[in-house]
């Protein structure tokens, strides 16, 4: 389908793209391995966080907690915010997000083009001083409606209801499934359709794996395990360092043409890992990862050019994925 | 040959400050009961009194989850990389920030 009655209904129903350059080659006579990426970059705002947002909106509307011309407070300065901004705007609400004031332009242009308002916390404050701000805020301002993805069911039902259908639907053959790890929504709702669908399917997690600085936690006490994590839909995670998803982030645009992000180099990363295996096994494998979306954002990285290395040093201390 | 573990620096006021410290052990097991005797106290802060690994450390054999590969029983070899993380979703603000908000 190619005609839709407004941007909101243009959500989902991504390409998904061969990559006969970067499958692994098997001896002759072998199975073949095949890599396949699902183009999130392909929806309204340009990543995955679509599908989440537009679902976390509509059930809040359904179940009431969302009446016209609400404010809705969401406290990361990602993917996610730009989605909601968009579809807030849509839908007619106010959106609010709390950020550190040292996020990239590119972010704060966008969110403001999408009619969100900011609110800055002192980047010399880091995520501490950046919790104290939310903190202000949500007593200041109770009516506020926080979605709150890393809980949010509705987050992981999108991809229930949108991604593994479509992925089903356009790779009969999957044997793997490989997404990123941040709010667990992707893996947990897509993971959960295929385990009902495709017998002895692998869901594979690949997780950024930052710089110490970005961390920022005093004791170990102070880690979070989303809400929505059920560590029983994977079968295996990954943990990918800034330098492997720089590498693999340059290797898809420059052999397959794919243009993307760098939490999508990570994943390639573990995509290729678990191919490489089949091949080793003598395998048949159809290996479905996601690309979340564009390198548009983080051009101003630099990290798009000169050696690994370089760009390993200019990721370092930011959130990458 | 040993195996190499990296440290988060939360957990680096066991190892004397160091970044990476070098353990032995057929098991992941093993090897933790050997860093915590060469740095005392280690092992409490990644095995619950249950003995179980605490719910907010991540250990990685060859940037693999050791929770999928047998958890405290997950097989070793020399010249494996071990690393230990916390865990902490989607970077800091928004967990951070969330978790405030939502008064945790």
């Known amino acids: 389908m190619a005609r839709y009655e407004s941007l909101l209904d243009a959500c989902g129903g991504t390409p998904l793209v061969g990559l006969p350059r970067l499958s692994p080659t098997v001896p002759e006579g072998a199975p073949p391995v095949r890599l396949w990426a699902k183009l999130e970059d392909r929806n309204p705002t340009g990543s995955i966080k679509d599908r989440p947002a537009l679902f976390m909106v509509r059930e809040a509307e359904e179940s009431g907690r969302l009446r016209p011309g609400d404010t809705i407070l969401e406290p990361t300065s990602g993917n996610t915010g730009i989605s909601l901004a968009m579809v807030a705007k849509l839908r007619g609400y106010r959106l609010v997000c709390v950020m550190p004031e040292n996020v990239s332009s590119e972010r704060v242009q966008l969110l403001r083009m999408y009619g969100a308002e900011i609110i800055f916390s002192p980047a010399a404050g880091g995520s501490n001083q950046a919790v104290a701000v939310a903190k202000q805020i949500s007593a200041e301002h109770p009516d506020w409606v926080m979605l709150f993805q ?3 069911s509705a987050n992981a039902r999108a991809h229930y209801e949108t991604t593994g259908p479509e992925l089903l639907h356009d790779l009969p053959t999957i044997t793997h499934f490989v997404a990123g790890l941040g709010t667990t929504g992707t893996l947990m709702g897509t993971g959960r359709y295929l385990r009902e669908k495709v017998e002895g399917i692998q869901i594979v997690a690949a997780e950024p794996r930052y710089g110490e600085l970005v961390y920022g936690l005093r004791n170990i006490d102070e880690g979070y395990v989303p809400e929505l994590y059920d560590a029983s839909v994977l079968n295996r995670r990954f ?11 340059r290797q898809l645009v420059e052999v397959e043409g794919i243009f993307a992000g760098f939490s999508s180099g990570a994943i390639l990363h573990a995509a290729l890992a678990v191919a490489h295996e089949a091949v080793r096994e003598g395998k048949r494998a159809d290996v479905a990862f996601v690309v979340c979306d564009g390198g548009w954002k983080y051009l101003s ?5 000169g050696t690994l290395a370089d760009a390993e ?8 994925a | 040959m040993a195996i190499e ?23 992941l097991s093993g090897l933790i009961d050997d860093l915590d005797a060469k740095h005392s106290g280690l092992k409490g802060r990644l095995i619950t009194p249950e003995g ?8 990685y054999v060859n940037d693999e989850d050791v929770r999928f590969l047998g958890a405290l029983d997950a097989k070793l070899n020399d010249g494996d990389s071990v690393t230990i993380l916390p865990a902490v979703a989607g970077g800091a603000l928004g967990f951070a920030a969330a978790a405030a908000l939502l008064g945790r």
């Not at chain 1, 943990?239 to 982030?249: I, N, Q």
């Not at chain 2, 179980?52 to 250990?59: D, M, P, Q, S, T």
């Open chain 1, 150 to 152: 890393y809980g949010n």
């Open chain 1, 239 to 249: 943990s990918v360092g800034t330098r492997d998803a720089v590498l693999r982030t």
């Open chain 1, 301 to 305: 990285t630099g990290a798009y050019g």
């Open chain 1, 313 to 320: 040093d200019a990721l370092e201390g930011q959130l990458w």
């Open chain 2, 5 to 27: 573990v990296r440290v988060p620096t939360i957990l680096r006021s066991y190892t004397g400050g160091s970044k990476v410290v070098e353990g032995s052990g057929d098991t």
């Open chain 2, 52 to 59: 179980g690994l605490h719910r907010f450390v991540n250990i």
